[in-house]
């Protein structure tokens, strides 16, 4: 398995535009997760989803973000319109939850992210 | 509220020299806590969660829940040790909350 897969792994962008960011789970993987990196702040949760239904959104910025998985091998993270202080590093993850709800979290792996700019 | 914090952002050491990476927590219950690496140009990858109860390249890390700590640590360091490192615990059943992170510098 090649893991986590992310694309782009590098984006260059204007403020103002769509940013459209995609991640391909670890096969039999039942939960993902997006990250957002920064200096200041460490990694902080964005989205969680369990068997495709996004659980817990809270970690979302603000309406500017959205995340949807229309299946289990696939994710994105979109941000429209873009501002210079989304620049970050956005990680994919993901992990098998086993027992009622996924009450049992087991690893996660992550994937190799992806490297936002906005200018 | 929930909280890891990881005071260091910095630590430089020389080779051969013990290393202690700090992590402390703030968590109502039992925590699962766990440290992840990412090394230059690689994936943050999971090093050691406190259940196991194990050395992983020679890192070990003990709960303390009297300090709220899980420090990591490891008696000689080596120059392949240099990387990013975090503490984690996981609230509820899947919400990892992350430390900051401290870059490691293992100095020749």
């Known amino acids: 398995d090649a893991g986590v897969i992310q694309s782009p792994r590098h984006e260059v962008t204007e403020m103002g535009q769509e940013v459209t960011l995609r991640c391909k789970p670890i096969?039999?993987?039942?939960?993902l997760f997006w990250y957002r990196q920064t200096m200041m702040r460490g990694l902080e949760l964005l989205i969680y989803?369990?068997?495709?239904?996004?659980?817990?959104d809270s970690g979302m910025p603000e309406d500017r973000f959205s995340a949807k998985m229309p299946n289990a091998s696939f994710s994105t993270l979109k941000i429209q319109p873009s501002e210079p202080r989304d620049s970050a590093v956005y990680f994919c993850?993901?992990?098998?939850?086993?027992?009622?709800?996924?009450?049992?979290?087991?690893?996660?792996?992550f994937g190799p992210g992806t490297r936002l700019l906005v200018l | 509220a929930q909280r890891v914090t990881q005071p260091e952002k910095l630590l430089s050491v020389f080779k051969g020299a013990p290393v202690e990476l700090k992590c402390n927590y703030s968590?109502?219950?039992?925590?699962?806590l766990f440290w992840y690496v990412q090394y230059s140009r690689q994936r943050l990858q999971l090093l050691l969660r406190h259940i196991s109860r194990e050395s992983i390249k020679g890192f070990t890390a003990d709960l303390n829940k009297g300090e709220t700590s899980f420090h990591l640590k490891k008696p000689f360091a080596q120059e392949e040790d240099s990387a990013m490192y975090y503490c984690?615990?996981?609230?509820?059943?899947?919400?990892?909350?992350f430390g900051t992170g401290t870059r490691l510098k293992v100095l020749a």
């Open positions: 984690a615990l996981i609230s509820g059943t899947y919400k990892y909350i």
């Open positions: 989803f369990n068997n495709n239904v996004p659980i817990d």
């Open positions: 968590y109502s219950g039992s925590p699962e």
């Open positions: 993850a993901s992990s098998l939850a086993l027992g009622t709800s996924g009450s049992h979290q087991e690893t996660q792996y």
């Open positions: 096969s039999g993987h039942n939960s």
